[in-house]
T-cell receptor
Framework: KQEVTQIPAALSVPEGENLVLNCSFT??????LQWFRQDPGKGLTSLLL?????REQTSGRLNASLDKSSGRSTLYIAASQPGDSATYLCAVRPNTGNQFYFGTGTSLTVIP | GAVVSQHPSRVICKSGTSVKIECRSLDFQATTMFWYRQFPKQSLMLMATSNEGSKATYEQGVEKDKFLINHASLTLSTLTVTSAHPEDSSFYICSAQRRQGAHGYTFGSGTRLTVV
């Protein structure tokens, strides 16, 4: 069974810093990997999706990389802002089946 | 863009009562609906998968008689927590799979259930 781990569990940084969130997964037979943002008590907002054949995806200040063979993905956030404060979830979709396996998330606080 | 409306967003109910949570795909047809739950400080875990017009498939450890899922149309799926207990208090969220679109999945906004 796929297991997804995210470190750190929580991160607090001053505004303007660049930061990296890490995600690792145990089974490299994935269809894609997706990063989500979850605000307190709210649903999920999809940030970036990386197909298994891709190595990275970029959207604005966000860049996500994927190293499928080593079972790792990183989410890089440039020039962090207080509005980036949220929980960031990594989820992998295996080659078989349609469900996502989620990590436990990284709770990010950007201090003004 | 594709939107899934989930309600209620928050519900408090008494132990022993039943609660229904609805997810509607507003501008697309959801061929498959996934129901997840998230306990505090834990990851989202898949509870069940439902396809329109057929019985839901439940994950191991999820009681199908307690968590009733109905996917009667391509735009509506419901999760009913029957005879709720305090340990059922959790964050429940649905995800609809659509045919088109780069990501293919749209999540609802979630329901915070508190059983007292």
């Amino acid at each position: 069974k796929q297991e997804v781990t995210q470190i750190p569990a929580a991160l607090s940084v001053p505004e303007g810093e660049n930061l990296v969130l890490n995600c690792s997964f145990t089974d490299s037979a994935i269809y894609n990997l997706q990063w989500f943002r979850q605000d307190p008590g709210k649903g999920l907002t999809s940030l970036l999706l990386i197909q298994s054949s891709q190595r990275e995806q970029t959207s604005g200040r966000l860049n996500a990389s994927l190293d499928k063979s080593s079972g790792r993905s990183t989410l890089y956030i440039a020039a962090s802002q207080p509005g980036d404060s949220a929980t960031y979830l990594c989820a992998v979709r295996p080659n078989t089946g349609n469900q996502f396996y989620f990590g436990t998330g990284t709770s990010l606080t950007v201090i003004p | 863009g594709a939107v899934v409306s989930q309600h209620p967003s928050r519900v408090i109910c008494k132990s022993g009562t039943s609660v229904k949570i609805e997810c509607r795909s507003l501008d697309f047809q959801a061929t498959t609906m996934f129901w997840y739950r998230q306990f505090p400080k834990q990851s989202l875990m898949l509870m069940a998968t439902s396809n329109e017009g057929s019985k839901a498939t439940y994950e191991q450890g999820v009681e199908k008689d307690k968590f009733l899922i109905n996917h009667a149309s391509l735009t509506l799926s419901t999760l009913t927590v029957t005879s709720a207990h305090p340990e059922d208090s959790s964050f429940y969220i649905c995800s609809a799979q659509r045919r088109q679109g780069a990501h293919g999945y749209t999540f609802g906004s979630g329901t915070r259930l508190t059983v007292v």
